[in-house]
């Protein structure tokens, strides 16, 4: 069982930065009118010759908005950052902390910093007459939520490793994205 699916089932809570899913559907809704257009405009053949562009566009904000994430998880915390996946178990994490954003130190020394998840952000300038407000409230409370579920879970015997991989969905399909502009561009040249 992937990491993903155990946290599935374990009804884990996923930290992920709030702006990344409105800026893929901005994105998805601008690239749509765009090969919309170009269909329109000229003819099919012409819209799938310039789609792979803004889908590679739509792609990268993907990537780096929405599939980037933090999620805790009954025995470990997964962190996808960008293409790159990590699975520790809690018994490995020995501190979480924030600077901008979410560190995850481990137990072999090493530091993992969680791109994903909330942000710390700048302090405000204050006008004459205002009040300092909180802003780095959701920060917080993404540490305390995470620092919960490391202290609730379940002690085990043998600690299994940490698990690093890659996600390959996403690097699937940007291959086939890669191929299709390539394509797109010898059928220009012809």
């Not at 884990?12 to 559907?25: F, I, P, Q």
């Amino acid at each position: 069982m992937s990491p993903e699916q155990s946290s599935a089932s374990a009804g884990a809570a996923s930290l992920r930065n709030r702006g990344g899913v409105a800026l893929l559907v901005i994105c998805a809704a601008l690239a749509l009118v765009l090969l919309v257009d170009a269909a329109v405009r000229a003819d099919v053949g012409t819209a799938l010759l310039l789609a792979p562009w803004p889908l590679l566009v739509l792609w990268g904000v993907y990537v780096v908005g929405v599939a980037s994430r933090v999620r805790a998880q009954r025995d470990g915390v997964f962190v996808q950052n960008l293409l790159r996946t990590t699975f520790a178990p809690w018994p490995r994490v020995r501190r979480i902390d924030m600077r901008w954003q979410i560190e995850i130190a481990f137990d072999d020394g090493s530091q993992l910093a969680c791109f994903g998840g909330p942000g710390r952000r700048r302090p405000q300038r204050l006008g004459p007459g205002r009040i300092k407000e909180d802003a780095n409230g959701d920060a917080d409370d993404a540490v305390a939520a995470l620092r919960r579920a490391k202290a609730s879970a379940e002690r085990v015997s043998s600690v299994p490793p940490i698990r690093r991989g890659w996600d390959l969905p996403a690097i699937v399909a940007l291959l086939v994205l890669v191929a299709w502009a390539v394509i797109a561009v010898l059928l220009t040249q012809v």
